[in-house]
C-alpha cells in the first residue's frame, strides 16, 4: 500500500523559470492539501483540492502559484518565474473522503526547490 | 484566525527519561482537532498522535500522551521512556474546519535532542 508520493524530491531551478511539482495520493484517497516550509518554520497551507474543484485556496500567492488535481493523474502544483523567496520544502498531504471525522492527512517526503 | 504557538525552539533529554514539548493555540471554535507530528532529519512527517477537542479524555498511543486542557487551549506532549529515534523536530496542529476546509495549522516547531 504506497503512500503519497512526490516527485521530484529534489528540483533546482534558476530564477524566472517554471516549477512544477506533482503529487499521487495514497490510493483511496480523494483529498490533496499542498503545504510550504520555510527553513526553520513550521509548515504553511497553501491549497486545498478534491478531484477537479480547488477547495481552498487562501494560503496561495495570487500570482505565480497555481495548482490543480485532475479527474485522472497526479495533483500539480505550478509556481511560474521563480524567484529565490520560492526556495523551500513542499509537502503535499492527502485524506480520505471528510464528512465530520478527522480523517488523517499523511504525508508525502516533500520536494525541495531550490531556486538559484 | 486560528494561532499555534510552541514556545519551546529547543529541548533535550536523557535516554529513557520524560520530556514534556507545550503547545497552546487560539481559536473560537468548539469543534476541532489537534495533532502532534513528528519530522524526523529525513523530514517525513509523520502523525504521532491526535485528540478531538470533544473528548475529555487525554489520548495515548504507547509512549506518546497528551495533556489536553480546552478551558486553557493547551495541548503539550509527552514522551516517556526517550529513545534515541524520537529526537526530531515536533510541531503542533490545529485542524480548522472554517468554511468547509480541512486544512491544518501549524506551530514553528520545537526541535528535540535526545543524549545517550
Known amino acids: 500500500n504506497a503512500g503519497v508520493m512526490q516527485n521530484p524530491r529534489h528540483l533546482v531551478r534558476r530564477r524566472g523559470q517554471e516549477a512544477r511539482l506533482r503529487c499521487s495520493p495514497m490510493?483511496?484517497?480523494?483529498?490533496v492539501y499542498w503545504y510550504r516550509q520555510l527553513p526553520e518554520e513550521g509548515l504553511k497551507f497553501m491549497v486545498y483540492l478534491q478531484k477537479e474543484n480547488i477547495i481552498d485556496e487562501s494560503g496561495m500567492p495570487k500570482e505565480r502559484f497555481s495548482a490543480e488535481f485532475p479527474k485522472e493523474g497526479p495533483s500539480i502544483l505550478r509556481i511560474q518565474q521563480v524567484v529565490r523567496g520560492d526556495s523551500a520544502a513542499y509537502f503535499c498531504?492527502?485524506?480520505?473522503?471528510?464528512?465530520?471525522?478527522?480523517?488523517?492527512?499523511?504525508f508525502g517526503p516533500g520536494t525541495r526547490l531550490t531556486v538559484t | 484566525a486560528q494561532t499555534v504557538t510552541q514556545s519551546q525552539p529547543e529541548m533535550s533529554v536523557q535516554e529513557a527519561e520524560t520530556v514534556t514539548l507545550s503547545c497552546t493555540y487560539d481559536t473560537s471554535e468548539s469543534d476541532y482537532y489537534l495533532f502532534w507530528y513528528k519530522q524526523p532529519p529525513s523530514r517525513q512527517m509523520i502523525l504521532v498522535i491526535r485528540q478531538e477537542a470533544y473528548k475529555q479524555q487525554n489520548a495515548t498511543e504507547n509512549r506518546f500522551s497528551v495533556n489536553f486542557q480546552k478551558a486553557a487551549k493547551s495541548f503539550s506532549l509527552k514522551i516517556s521512556d526517550s529513545q534515541l529515534g524520537d529526537a526530531a523536530m515536533y510541531f503542533c496542529?490545529?485542524?480548522?474546519?472554517?468554511?468547509?476546509?480541512?486544512?491544518?495549522?501549524f506551530g514553528k516547531g520545537t526541535k528535540l535532542t535526545v543524549n545517550p
Open positions: 496542529a490545529y485542524r480548522t474546519r472554517q468554511g468547509g476546509s480541512e486544512k491544518l495549522v
Open positions: 498531504a492527502s485524506s480520505r473522503l471528510a464528512g465530520g471525522t478527522a480523517y488523517e492527512q499523511y
Open positions: 490510493k483511496g484517497h480523494s483529498h
